[in-house]
């Protein structure tokens, strides 16, 4: 049996002493093309309002237009963000075929 002390250094697998911290990255992605990877500044929290202000607002929403026109379907999952009651009527009166499902 081999023990630590008897591999070389080379042949160790290298760790961190703490973890890095993590990274946010929002997309729409659908067949006919995608949106930029939109990075989300370290320490924001995304709550609806910065949901639907700056990523739905003047990221997402704009460009899958660009992509697709107004023939998309704009699916998201359960997160508090994506519900909000602002975010739920933003998505009402931009996109008229805007349905609100949920899921278990």
Excluded at 18 to 24: A, D, H, K, P, R
Excluded at 73 to 78: G, L
Aim: charged letters at 25%; one cysteine or more; aromatic letters at 8%.
């Amino acid at each position: 049996m081999t023990t630590k002390k008897e591999v070389t250094r080379e042949r160790l697998l290298r760790t961190r002493p703490t973890f890095s911290q993590s990274l946010m990255v929002s997309v729409g992605i659908s067949k006919l093309g995608h949106t930029d990877l939109v990075f989300i500044d370290l320490g924001v929290k995304i709550n609806g309002a910065y949901y639907r202000d700056v990523l739905l607002s003047k990221q997402l929403l704009p460009v899958m237009r660009e992509v697709s026109g107004e023939s998309f379907v704009f699916q998201q999952d359960n997160a508090p963000a994506h519900w909000a009651c602002d975010t739920v009527q933003l998505l009402e009166q931009r996109r008229r075929s805007f349905h609100r499902i949920f899921s278990q």
